[in-house]
């Protein structure tokens, strides 16, 4: 199944400095960036053919997979000059990189690479911002049983603020975590039909737009997800999941407990120039 990504974020509210003009997927989230946590979700559930929406730092993201070093998140031997590798990354994977712009609104970014997507009829879509251990294989199970156009990932409120309820003299009258309240936010892990795009104008945007529309037709279907999910919108974010890969609490990484197989040897111009 093939996978869109959004890759072409500012992320100004994870820069370290005015220079710094890697874009948001590929801040580090440990040795590797937050795109290649990713894709790796995606490729444990065996989806392996990923369609990049590029625009701001475009180069970064190309740079990054055409240098790709599988050394350096991997176990490997080396002996007499020759690397066998315990494990690969992207060995398996298809990547399409795609032009979408620098201004172009989520939408749009997903209707420019529509023609990429061929006949599959059902495909997935995220942000490229955030890390979850939702269970993406009954999330696509669940739509293809149903007649939904659409299913998206839903996750409790991330604010750590009050909720403040009032009466006509302004007097509080009662105080609620935001996080207690019986609502849910947009998780940004969609699994969608190609139908969608009947309902995707020039210039549109995929939650208002598209999710506008089914949800008023009631087609569109959720996914409530209690587990771990972490955006990485912010520094302070990215400092938390930074903290949370260094002390080995890792959930999102769910491709850790796979077993390791036999050492694969390893070309070297395959992953270096």
Same mark, same amino acid.
């Given at each position: 199944?093939?996978?869109?990504?959004?890759?072409?974020?500012?992320?100004?509210?994870?820069?370290?400095?005015?220079?710094?003009?890697?874009?948001?997927?590929?801040?580090?989230?440990?040795?590797?960036?937050?795109?290649?946590?990713?894709?790796?979700?995606?490729?444990?559930?065996?989806?392996?053919?990923?369609?990049?929406?590029?625009?701001?730092?475009?180069?970064?993201?190309?740079?990054?997979?055409?240098?790709?070093?599988?050394?350096?998140?991997?176990?490997?031997?080396?002996?007499?000059?020759?690397?066998?590798?315990?494990?690969?990354?992207?060995?398996?994977?298809?990547?399409?990189?795609?032009?979408?712009?620098?201004?172009?609104?989520?939408?749009?970014?997903?209707?420019? #690479?529509?023609?990429?997507?061929?006949?599959?009829? &059902?495909? %997935?879509?995220?942000? @490229?911002? +955030?890390? *979850?251990? !939702?269970?993406?294989?009954?999330?696509?199970?669940?739509?293809?049983?149903?007649?939904?156009?659409?299913?998206?990932?839903? #996750?409790?409120?991330?604010?750590?603020?009050?909720? &403040?309820? %009032?009466?006509?003299? @302004?007097? +509080?009258? *009662?105080? !609620?975590?935001?996080?207690?309240?019986?609502?849910?936010?947009?998780?940004?892990?969609?699994?969608?039909?190609?139908?969608?795009?009947?309902?995707?104008?020039?210039?549109?945007?995929?939650?208002?737009?598209?999710?506008?529309?089914?949800?008023?037709?009631?087609?569109?279907?959720?996914?409530?997800?209690?587990?771990?999910?972490?955006?990485?919108?912010?520094?302070?974010?990215?400092?938390?999941?930074?903290?949370?890969?260094?002390?080995?609490?890792?959930?999102?990484?769910?491709?850790?407990?796979?077993?390791?197989?036999?050492?694969?040897?390893?070309?070297?111009?395959?992953?270096?120039?």
């Amino acid at each position: 199944m093939k996978v869109v990504l959004f890759c072409g974020g500012y992320g100004m509210r994870m820069r370290s400095s005015a220079h710094d003009d890697v874009p948001k997927p590929m801040q580090l989230v440990g040795p590797r960036p937050l795109l290649w946590h990713i894709m790796r979700y995606y490729a444990h559930f065996g989806h392996t053919d990923f369609i990049l929406c590029l625009g701001y730092g475009a180069q970064h993201v190309k740079d990054y997979f055409l240098h790709y070093r599988e050394t350096s998140s991997n176990d490997f031997v080396l002996q007499d000059g020759e690397v066998e590798l315990f494990s690969t990354d992207i060995s398996d994977w298809r990547i399409t990189f795609a032009d979408t712009g620098v201004e172009t609104p989520i939408g749009e970014r997903l209707r420019r #690479v529509r023609h990429h997507l061929g006949d599959d009829e &059902v495909f %997935l879509a995220n942000y @490229s911002d +955030v890390l *979850s251990d !939702a269970p993406l294989d009954i999330m696509i199970d669940r739509l293809v049983a149903s007649d939904n156009a659409a299913s998206m990932l839903v #996750v409790p409120p991330q604010s750590s603020f009050h909720c &403040v309820q %009032l009466d006509e003299a @302004s007097t +509080v009258t *009662s105080l !609620a975590l935001v996080s207690e309240l019986p609502v849910w936010e947009n998780g940004g892990f969609f699994v969608l039909r190609q139908e969608i795009f009947d309902k995707l104008p020039v210039g549109g945007d995929l939650v208002d737009d598209v999710c506008g529309a089914l949800v008023r037709e009631g087609r569109l279907l959720a996914h409530r997800h209690r587990g771990f999910w972490q955006s990485a919108d912010t520094v302070k974010e990215r400092i938390r999941l930074e903290a949370s890969y260094a002390s080995g609490e890792r959930p999102w990484m769910m491709w850790e407990h796979e077993p390791s197989p036999a050492p694969v040897p390893l070309l070297e111009e395959a992953w270096s120039s």
